[in-house]
Structure formats: C-alpha cells, structure tokens
C-alpha cells in the first residue's frame, strides 16, 4: 500500500492511497494506443472495448454477479443517482413512495430530496443514539406504492452496520426493489449480493483510482438513464468507457475481495492499539456508533470539551477529517451524529 510522504494518513474513509498492485496493472494499459473502445470497425478498438469486458467479467466473478448486471460509472455519487432516481423516475407522476434512512451519504439523501421536489413521498428510518437503524421500524413504514427502499451496508462516518440481511427479506417478501450504497463494506466485510436489487461501488474506497465506480443492478430492474448519447453499456449509461479505469476497478475489486479477512484483522489490531493508547494516555473520549456491530478501522470518536477543529491545527502531520469529506464545507457538524441525537456542540 502506497503512503503519502512526511504525513501520517487517517482519512480512508474519503479516500484510500493507490494500491501498486493496482497501479502497475494502470501502467500496462498507460502503454497501449488510446483508441475509442466503443470503435468496433478496427482491431485497437475491439482491442480496448474486450479489455472492457475482461475487466467486467473479472468484477462479476469476484462478486458473484453476472457481467451484465455491471453499470460502469464514475463512481458511487453517479451509481447512486442512477439506481436510486433512475429506477424512481421510470413512472409517470404520481411517483409513489420511497424509504431510506436518515444516516445516508448525501448522495443518496440528495437524490430522495429531488424526489420529494419533482411530487413523490419519502419516509425515513431513524438512527438510534448506537447509530444503527432497526429493520422492524420498516414494516410500519411500507405502502402499496413504495417503489424503493435504500439502506447503506456500512455507515460512512461511524463504520456502524446496518441489518442489510433482514431488510433485504422483508424488500423480497413484498417485492419492493432493495438498493445500498455499499462503498465502505467491499473489503472490510463483504456484499452478499444475493440480498440486493441494486449496489453502488467506488474504486477510490478500495486502493483504486478516483474517477471510476459501478452500479451492480439486478437483471430486468427497469431503469431510466440519467445521462444520454451513444447509448453505451445496455443503453442505460451512456459515455465513452475508460480501459484504463475499468481495468482498475476490476483490479482493486479482486484483491479487496481475495484479502478481506486479512484486511479486517489488520485493522482491528491497529484500532485495538490506538484506542488502548488514548486510555494509558487517560484521555476522556467517547466513540460514536456501537463498539461491536461496526467495520474494523472506521473509527469516529469525541473528545469533550476539546475542538476538533484545535486538535486538526495541532496535529498537522497527521491527515484526518472531522466528518465526511462530502460535508467538509458546511459548518452545521456531522448530520450522521445530529440524527444519532447528539446536539450541534457535540457533533
């Protein structure tokens, strides 16, 4: 794994380093002539377009997916977009209803809102101070015409769990289409794709380049595409593909899959040291998020009575966030913790 030099890098879960395994895979297709791989009336464009389709087979036996349930994107904001309002927009107004819940990546909230704007209705599961949602708080909240119910495996900011696996029954038994944004599960804990209709990736979570992500969407879901043009990858997302980034994903996909056990030992021994340091330190903090039920190495935790924006200033040899990088502008705090009920003050 690739460091970043004179830094001591604490920010994973925005961005992880290129893995060289990944790197050198992109430095093999950097030598190859840059041709349109949708040019299929020449050899060096059905040359590029196969290693396309290598690359989404190599994807699709990781995941134990099929190669053409695999909508390249430019990553999870885009996957998200297209699973979520791709699906809800394929009916005429009235839209109907939709469920997520109040902890998501603002990708995917923003996409209910615009929902909510162009006439549907929305209901949201909420947090619990642990930063779990509960599955039998969705029951109550299902109507004849909830289209979609959208619930993260694994939370951006606090790692927490979500009960992906009991959701999903619940979605099967009404037959109601079960998207989630997996980005900080692959890797850490797996996908059980079984369970899903639709699931968002990003290479950048997993030591793969930025710019370059999928959607796994179930054969036959109908979607309607959010961008238009060549009509590429089953007329549902249309743009010239990048080999190269392709060819990426599917290569930090296979080693984050192949090392996932690994990968999560690794973390926890490291979470395990660090957080026995701060209590030989006698440092007063607090962990956000339930101590059991998260993925090792996703850590948020509070110190009273100290800024973070003061420990950030302190610190500056060390690259760490205080809340998604996607809310980094805002000065509101972490709306993941203000649905965990916490005051502003506290998050």
Same mark, same amino acid.
């Given at each position: ?21 990944? &790197? !050198? ?25 196969? &290693? ?7 994807? &699709? ?59 549907? !209705? ?226």
């Amino acid at each position: 794994m690739s460091s970043l030099p004179d830094v001591i890098y604490l920010d994973n879960a925005a961005s992880t380093p290129l893995e060289p395994r990944v &790197a !050198q895979n992109m430095s093999r297709h950097l030598t190859q002539p840059q041709v349109n791989p949708h040019s299929l009336h020449h050899h060096p464009g059905r040359a590029q377009n196969d &290693a396309i389709e290598k690359a989404r087979k190599t994807i &699709a036996h990781s995941l134990s997916i099929r190669p053409d349930e695999i909508i390249f994107t430019s990553g999870a904001t885009e996957a998200n977009n297209l699973a979520i309002l791709g699906h809800l927009l394929c009916a005429r107004p009235p839209f109907g209803h939709a469920i997520t819940t109040a902890i998501e990546h603002p990708s995917v909230l923003e996409c209910f809102a615009e929902f909510e704007r162009l006439g549907g !209705q929305v209901d949201y599961l909420p947090a619990y101070v642990d930063g779990s949602i509960r599955s039998s708080d969705l029951g109550p909240l299902l109507r004849p015409d909830t289209r979609i119910v959208s619930v993260m495996q694994v939370n951006h900011e606090t790692g927490v769990l979500q009960p992906v696996k009991e959701i999903s029954t619940i979605c099967q038994g009404k037959g109601i289409p079960f998207h989630s944004d997996a980005v900080q599960a692959i890797g850490k804990v797996g996908v059980d794709f079984s369970l899903l209709d639709m699931a968002s990736l990003s290479a950048h979570k997993i030591h793969g380049p930025i710019g370059v992500g999928m959607l796994y969407l179930r054969n036959g879901l109908p979607v309607k595409p959010r961008q238009f043009g060549g009509g590429q990858q089953f007329d549902l997302r249309s743009g010239t593909l990048s080999p190269l980034l392709c060819t990426a994903l599917a290569s930090a996909i296979t080693i984050a899959q192949e090392e996932t056990l690994q990968t999560a030992e690794t973390l926890t021994q490291l979470q395990n040291v660090f957080l026995q340091k701060l209590r030989e330190l006698n440092v007063t903090f607090t962990r956000n998020g339930h101590d059991q039920t998260t993925v090792p190495g996703l850590l948020n935790i509070s110190f009273p009575a100290t800024s973070a924006a003061d420990i950030l200033l302190n610190l500056p040899q060390i690259a760490m966030s205080t809340g998604s990088a996607c809310a980094a502008t805002t000065k509101n705090g972490s709306p993941v913790l203000r649905a965990m009920g916490q005051s502003p003050a506290q998050s």
